[in-house]
């Protein structure tokens, strides 16, 4: 695992404020004069600028004045800085400008920092940190649901002044971090292409002794809900869709009905129950339950029978085929919602048992290559973070990267 290590330096570093150490540039403002017509040229909305790297994949045109070009050209190395988001905890994400963004223009929601002071790599990694982010939310303001950071908020950002050959060396660190965790989330997606042919390629190896069943001959569907108020519902797991990953099959939060004041009626959880989130099927929302609990109205818990197998239904329910028809049928209504008649019209192909532990064997072994490679990436994001503060707060040292 790379590490960062400075270790042999002395004391923290000095500070100055990003108005000191760069110019900070505002952009165009729209307007119908602004209409792209006879000189069209691109611009840099918010929606380009991600934290830590800049989309281009739409990228609007505007009408181009003189002086624009030497007022708003970004050029690369050029910092930019979100002034205004509905979120507030994007207000203030920084992406460097690299030479495929050299001569757009940007508007007047994007702050442009001009200066060598500091290397861009390094200076968007300080501005995207915790610490950076604590310092707009304390100074941000808010006007119909907008929030937004001024120029002088931009300008009182203290960042550390690192000599330059420190600066090098943890860029160096910081690209050799990004190198590995792209590798590592590219063999992600490869897992997950991998683990969904698994299943495919066995439903076209069928062979006799799978039959076409209907989903609900195998499994048995909820009846009647629970008042969470009561206990021992109360305290135990109350699962919703916003705790389940999607296209993943994980649970990513866990937290009681008194957790979240739940008042309505909810279905009981048992272990081995697979439950489907019926809100919007095309999310592909689908966990094995390992707990005694409820879930939400918005989800169905199927329960197995002797036919199949948890798991095996699990991977059935996440696969194309099953989203693709849940896709199909669940768009009647203004938000997608699969119900028990759709459900009692869904066939799939069912293995005998033997065959289902053999295919789950193969796809957990995929998956647990795909949980050791997001560990990687979540290790290596946490360690640029971690890095970040360590730098503004002075706790890193000069050293070697290793």
């Known amino acids: 695992m790379l590490r960062p290590d400075f270790r042999d330096g002395a004391g923290p570093w000095p500070l100055a404020t990003v108005g000191e150490l760069y110019e900070v540039k505002s952009g165009i403002a729209l307007g119908p004069s602004r209409r792209p017509e006879r000189n069209r040229r691109g611009y840099l909305r918010v929606a380009n600028v991600r934290r830590g790297g800049i989309d281009l994949s739409d990228i609007s045109e505007i009408e181009e004045m003189p002086q624009d070009e030497q007022r708003f050209a970004v050029r690369t190395g050029d910092l930019l800085v979100v002034e205004g988001h509905a979120n507030p905890q994007e207000i203030g994400r920084c992406a460097m400008a690299g030479p495929e963004v050299d001569g757009l223009l940007h508007q007047n929601h994007l702050f442009r920092l001009c200066g060598n002071r500091t290397l861009p790599k390094l200076a968007e990694l300080l501005i995207n940190s915790p610490q950076a982010r604590r310092h707009w939310l304390a100074r941000s303001a808010t006007s119909s649901g907008l929030y937004t950071i001024n120029r002088k908020a931009l300008s009182d950002l203290p960042l550390p002044i690192i ?204 998956m647990e290559e795909e949980r050791v490679a997001e560990v990687s990436v979540a290790k290596l994001r946490t360690l640029k973070q971690g890095l970040a503060d360590d730098l503004l707060s002075g706790r890193v040292r000069v050293g070697d990267v290793a």
């Not at 943890?170 to 299943?199: D, N, W």
């Not at 495919?200 to 209907?214: C, I």
């Not at 009647?224 to 389940?244: I, K, N, S, T, W």
């Not at 649970?251 to 008194?258: D, Q």
């Open 163 to 366: 000599p330059v050959d420190v600066q090098r060396r943890i860029v160096e660190f910081l690209e050799a971090a990004s190198e590995v965790a792209c590798a590592a989330e590219v063999k992600i997606a490869k897992l997950r292409t991998v683990r969904q042919g698994v299943l495919e390629a066995a439903m076209q190896s069928a062979t006799a002794d799978w039959h076409q069943r209907k989903l609900t001959d195998i499994v048995q569907l909820p009846t009647g809900q629970v008042d969470p108020r009561e206990m021992p519902y109360l305290d135990q797991v109350l699962l919703a869709p916003d705790h389940v990953e999607s296209r993943t099959g994980r649970v990513i939060g866990r937290e009681s009905a008194r957790a979240q004041g739940a008042m309505s009626g909810k279905y009981i959880v048992r272990p081995g129950d697979v439950v489907l989130s019926k809100i919007r099927p095309g999310l592909r929302k689908v966990v094995v339950a390992d707990f005694v609990g409820t879930c939400s109205a918005d989800m169905y818990p199927l329960r197995p029978t002797g036919e199949v197998l948890p798991e095996f239904l699990w991977a059935e329910l996440l696969s194309e085929t099953f989203s693709k028809f849940a896709e199909s049928v669940s768009g009647r209504t203004g938000i997608p919602k699969l119900n028990r008649k759709d459900l009692s019209s869904y066939v799939m192909v069912l293995p005998p048992l033997a065959d289902q532990r053999r295919i789950i064997e193969v796809l957990k072994g995929i």
